[in-house]
């Protein structure tokens, strides 16, 4: 059974920085699907932010390129997101995202608040 823990979350001033972070269970490596992060913000529908396919093909939203990276780390089954120069648009609820073989699971996520 697959499962998704998402955390990291919090609030920053403008400007500031955040990483979260995704523990997987339930895979034996990332080579068998597409990972990511998705944001809800408030009274927005759920938008993709960043993809890391099995073969390391990188998708990221227009409003975060240059700002936010993905990454994974295959060892300990984590997939990460660094958030640089973040905006109060950047705020939302961040969910991890997996598509294993064609099923979508979810993270539980974490609330992001970018304010001074």
């Known amino acids: 059974q697959v499962q998704l823990v998402d955390s990291g979350g919090g609030w920053v001033q403008p400007g500031g920085s955040l990483r979260l972070s995704c523990v997987v269970s339930?895979?034996?490596?990332?080579?068998?699907?597409?990972m990511g992060w998705y944001r809800q913000g408030p009274g927005k529908e759920r938008e993709l932010v960043a993809t890391?396919?099995?073969?390391?093909?990188?998708n990221y939203a227009d409003s975060v390129k240059g700002r936010f990276t993905i990454s994974t780390d295959n060892t300990s089954l984590k997939v990460y997101l660094q958030m640089m120069t973040l905006k109060p648009n950047d705020t939302a609820v961040y969910y991890c995202?997996?598509?294993?073989?064609?099923?979508?699971?979810w993270g539980q996520g974490t609330q992001v608040t970018v304010s001074s």
């Open positions: 995202h997996a598509n294993i073989r064609t099923t979508d699971y």
């Open positions: 339930g895979i034996s490596s990332f080579s068998s699907g597409t």
């Open positions: 890391i396919t099995d073969n390391w093909k990188i």
